[in-house]
């Protein structure tokens, strides 16, 4: 039977907790343990797929094909498993799932109620992700911050999952922040003395408590919140801030929080070994080339952009480089300031985006890569804005468009509408199959014919126009051929110009860098050096 932990914060949102919930995954795996991750979010949407990357950041998809939180996407680097629609709940997805039920007549008439109906579900979800992952351990990681109304169904679930399953088979971990004061020279502890309470007056006393703090905490102050916490003193743990984010299990091994949990599991594992991941981690310290790369996208910001972000940086730790990734909202590119905007960038990417906003900004930054042979990289969008660019600009049809953002387009070489396919308006979510042609660029990074990558996009290339660019540097490099889908192009005649319909970046892992990632930043690394000599 599966083990469950339970990962809350108090004090203040954005303490790391999904990092550290990661972190334990991470070293729980390297004991030889099976680990699946889900998160818990208490908000009303039914999925993150709606929501704002602005407000929300990127949204993660799963093989599964499930719009997801981002930090889903910090889970599946760190334990480098595949998560699925389990992963991900909301308080409007149970809701939605109780209603539905109510609706149908299931619950008999009984009055449907948030004890047991809407807690059960949650429960189901913990029951559900262990038993289709047939993982050893589940880690959920409950959104939000002790204290929030929203939360309280998920707490008072995770309450009862003790009383369901008993008390070896569960272990919460509750994450809080200890401030440093800098006027008295202090750290406190009382913030966290206070959430715990809050936490222990809905019935739960964690097993372990993680505190965030930007200094070191002497063992008095750890002490002490034993003491009037009530847990070991082994079970305090520091996170103090840190450079390297995937330093953080590292630090975490070194209190032996994983010796605590398989204790308090009563399981007998392999010895922990992190051999490869501090040879990863050494490898980023060691990183002593920069690089610049220019995402060009809808929201100048990291978290919308999150996974390529990271796959980035996977990328150019493999070459001992750092990159430095800057984001230009892509609404302030036009011809006149171009030049300024990516003169210096040693690679130009552009990511994934829905609607007409900035389509003209990305296109201009397509053209100016295409142009001056800078490494281009273009993902979903970004592939299919390369195509209406070169159709307009190369081949002289003005008119080419998408009708996601020009309806009566008069050329709609990216459209909704195929021969072979009736999935209007519906989402291509998930893995897909694609077929790479032996002799391209994409090819020789993949070094194999057949992948599997996943998928979030409604509109395609529209194969009608496939013949204009025939005898052109256009070439379609990789085909879904269940729906003779066009998935990936590269041009001939650039150092680098790839595009797909596709999201690698979510395959990326910092010990396993994409080889689309790798293949760009291997271009964008010589045209670094090109600049330098
Ligand atoms: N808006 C485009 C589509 O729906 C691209 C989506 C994306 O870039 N994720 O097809």
Redesign the pocket.
């Given at each position: 039977m599966a083990k469950f932990i339970f990962v809350t914060g108090g004090v203040v949102s954005s303490l790391g907790k999904g990092i550290n919930a990661s972190s334990i995954g991470r070293l729980l795996k390297n004991h030889g343990l099976k680990v699946f991750m889900q998160k818990f979010d208490p908000y009303i949407n039914v999925d993150p797929g709606n929501m704002s990357p602005l407000q929300h950041g990127e949204v993660f998809v799963t093989d599964d094909g499930a719009e997801t939180d981002l930090d889903l996407g910090h889970y599946e680097r760190f334990i480098d498993e595949n998560l699925s629609r389990y992963s991900s709940v909301t308080t409007g997805k149970v809701y939605l799932k109780v209603i539905d039920k109510e609706r149908k007549g299931e619950y008999g008439g009984k009055t449907v109620q948030v004890v047991p109906h809407i807690t059960d579900t949650i429960k189901e979800y913990c029951y559900k992700a262990a038993e289709n992952s047939q993982a050893d351990i589940v880690i959920t990681e409950i959104g939000g911050t002790v204290g929030d109304i929203e939360g309280l169904p998920f707490l008072e679930a995770i309450r009862q999952m003790r009383r369901d399953v008993g008390y070896n088979n569960t272990l919460y971990v509750h994450n809080t922040l200890v401030p440093y004061i800098s006027a008295s020279q202090e750290l406190k502890t009382k913030p966290t003395q206070h959430s715990v309470k809050e936490l222990q007056s809905l019935g739960i006393s964690p097993d372990i408590i993680i505190l965030r703090s930007e200094r070191k905490i002497p063992q008095k102050d750890k002490e002490k919140i034993a003491l009037f916490c009530n847990v070991n003193i082994e079970a305090v743990i520091e996170a103090t801030d840190c450079k390297y984010l995937y330093e953080i299990p590292l630090n975490l091994a070194k209190q032996h929080i994983d010796d605590y949990i398989i204790h308090h599991f009563g399981l007998s594992t392999n010895p922990l070994d992190m051999s490869e991941w501090i040879k990863m981690v050494e490898n980023i310290k060691s990183a002593k080339k920069e690089t610049l790369v220019t995402v060009v996208g809808k929201y100048p910001l990291q978290d919308a952009y999150l996974s390529i972000n990271e796959a980035l940086k996977h990328a150019g730790w493999q070459y001992k480089t750092n990159v430095k990734i800057e984001y230009i909202d892509a609404e302030t590119v036009d011809e006149e300031n171009v030049n300024l905007l990516l003169g210096k960038a040693d690679g130009i990417l552009v990511p994934?985006?829905?609607?007409e906003r900035a389509a003209i900004g990305k296109m201009e930054a397509i053209r100016y890569a295409r142009e001056n042979k800078i490494p281009y990289f273009g993902?979903?969008?970004g592939m299919?804005l390369s195509l209406i660019e070169y159709a307009r600009n190369v081949l002289g049809y003005k008119e080419a468009g998408s009708t996601?953002f020009c309806e009566n387009c008069k050329m709609p070489i990216i459209d909704l509408k195929f021969s072979k396919r009736s999935m209007e308006n519906h989402m291509r979510l998930g893995l897909y199959d694609c077929h790479l042609m032996p002799g391209t660029k994409i090819y020789d990074v993949y070094q194999t014919s057949d992948i599997k990558e996943r998928h979030?996009?409604?509109?395609?290339f529209n194969n009608n126009y496939r013949k204009i660019y025939e005898n052109t540097d256009v070439v379609f490099s990789g085909i879904n051929l269940e729906n003779d889908i066009v998935e990936t192009i590269e041009l001939k005649n650039h150092p680098w110009f790839v595009a797909c319909q596709y999201?690698p970046e979510f395959l990326s892992r910092p010990n396993k860098p994409h080889p689309l990632f790798l293949g760009f930043m291997n271009a964008v690394i010589a045209e670094r050096e090109k600049k330098n000599i």
């Open positions: 994934g985006g829905f609607g993902i979903c969008f299919q996601e979030r996009h409604r509109f395609e999201h």
